[in-house]
């Protein structure tokens, strides 16, 4: 299955159904609603899925967006945050993503886990690459300097993230709907890579599962922390699906496939027919870079 995100077009529409048929209109059966989506566009969204239009893949936590809030904000609420009514607002809006994904028929929520409080690195790891510095000694001090933070601080924000997890995997189970854990590409959010295994041990439900984001995860070998292709097996048991984005070196992420550092060919032996399947691209992607950008990953991974 092959969707397209929300996230490329919302923003143009004040109408759910014309926004929703503008990507048909692109030869998708299927979309993804993305952490955009106002609640005016609602009642077009439901209208277009009642009368059998459009299918929807997922729902991007949290959709739609919280009242008042009319801008794309995944990380609005966190689930690992220290304050208790923060995460009690995470669990509130959450479970309204559940209820809308029942209402659309939409089999699975992705969601964002959390991060630990702590000084931000990525964006300084960024700029060391992008200035063609990431051989030096400065990068790899600053490299092992993140790394120890963030194992050293990451045991209450992993506490607390799960417990949250624990109170949303039941709502989830009832509705049928499955979770996408997505990994993230700031090195500050949560699950740190090799902690992945250990969140789905600790809550085995089957309805939690692994969501591979291409982008993020091109981020982190960029910077030298994981390798891509390697990562992406290492959860292949748990594996339900992507989102789909290429990267410009070292970390402007969003473009088209084709057009970036992303080796789609070296991902494909993990791509299963079964996975979904979301192409997630920024809102000012022309037409004609959207479509070749579709056509090369489906000429690799197969349509």
Same mark, same amino acid.
């Given at each position: 299955?092959?969707?397209?995100?929300?996230?490329?077009? !919302?923003?143009?529409?004040?109408?759910?159904?014309?926004?929703?048929?503008?990507?048909?209109?692109?030869?998708?059966?299927?979309?993804?609603?993305?952490?955009?989506?106002?609640?005016?566009?609602?009642?077009?969204?439901?209208?277009?899925?009642?009368?059998?239009?459009?299918?929807?893949?997922?729902?991007?936590?949290?959709?739609?967006?919280?009242?008042?809030?009319?801008? !794309?904000?995944?990380?609005?609420?966190?689930?690992?945050?220290?304050?208790?009514?923060?995460?009690?607002?995470?669990?509130?809006?959450?479970?309204?993503?559940?209820?809308?994904?029942?209402?659309? /028929?939409? +089999?699975?929520?992705? =969601?964002?886990?959390?991060?630990?409080?702590?000084?931000?690195?990525?964006?300084?790891? /960024?700029?060391?690459?992008?200035?063609?510095?990431?051989?030096?000694?400065?990068?790899?001090?600053?490299?092992?300097?993140?790394?120890?933070?963030?194992?050293?601080?990451?045991?209450?924000?992993?506490?607390?993230?799960?417990?949250? =997890?624990?109170?949303?995997?039941?709502?989830?189970?009832?509705?049928?709907?499955?979770?996408?854990?997505?990994?993230?590409?700031?090195?500050?959010? =949560?699950?740190?890579?090799?902690?992945?295994?250990?969140?789905?041990?600790?809550?085995?439900?089957?309805?939690?599962?692994?969501?591979?984001?291409?982008?993020?995860?091109?981020?982190?070998?960029?910077?030298?922390?994981?390798?891509?292709?390697?990562?992406?097996?290492?959860?292949?048991?748990?594996?339900?699906?992507?989102?789909?984005?290429?990267?410009? !070196?070292?970390?402007?992420?969003?473009?088209?496939?084709?057009?970036?550092?992303?080796?789609?060919?070296?991902?494909?032996?993990?791509?299963?027919?079964?996975?979904?399947?979301?192409?997630?691209?920024?809102?000012?992607? +022309?037409?004609?870079?959207?479509?070749?950008?579709?056509?090369?990953?489906?000429?690799?991974?197969?349509?």
């Amino acid at each position: 299955m092959y969707s397209l995100s929300t996230c490329w077009n !919302s923003h143009r529409h004040t109408d759910g159904r014309a926004m929703l048929r503008e990507i048909r209109d692109l030869g998708f059966e299927y979309a993804e609603l993305s952490h955009g989506t106002r609640i005016s566009l609602v009642p077009g969204i439901l209208d277009a899925v009642n009368a059998g239009e459009m299918k929807i893949s997922t729902l991007h936590n949290f959709c739609p967006l919280p009242m008042g809030v009319n801008h !794309s904000a995944p990380n609005l609420y966190l689930f690992s945050d220290e304050s208790p009514r923060q995460r009690e607002l995470a669990l509130k809006h959450t479970f309204k993503t559940l209820e809308f994904a029942e209402r659309v /028929k939409a +089999p699975m929520v992705v =969601l964002h886990l959390g991060s630990v409080e702590m000084k931000e690195y990525s964006e300084k790891l /960024k700029e060391m690459v992008g200035a063609g510095q990431k051989d030096t000694p400065k990068y790899q001090k600053l490299c092992a300097e993140v790394s120890e933070k963030r194992e050293a601080r990451k045991a209450p924000f992993i506490a607390r993230l799960y417990e949250s =997890l624990k109170k949303i995997v039941p709502e989830a189970e009832k509705r049928g709907i499955r979770l996408g854990c997505e990994n993230r590409e700031a090195l500050e959010e =949560l699950p740190f890579e090799p902690d992945f295994q250990l969140l789905f041990h600790e809550l085995s439900s089957p309805c939690m599962t692994y969501w591979h984001d291409t982008g993020h995860a091109q981020i982190k070998e960029n910077l030298g922390f994981i390798n891509h292709a390697q990562f992406l097996d290492s959860q292949s048991e748990r594996l339900a699906g992507f989102h789909i984005h290429d990267v410009q !070196s070292p970390a402007r992420d969003h473009c088209s496939p084709g057009t970036g550092t992303v080796n789609f060919s070296a991902l494909k032996s993990s791509v299963r027919p079964g996975h979904i399947k979301v192409f997630e691209f920024s809102p000012s992607m +022309p037409v004609e870079l959207l479509k070749s950008g579709v056509a090369h990953v489906k000429q690799i991974w197969g349509a």
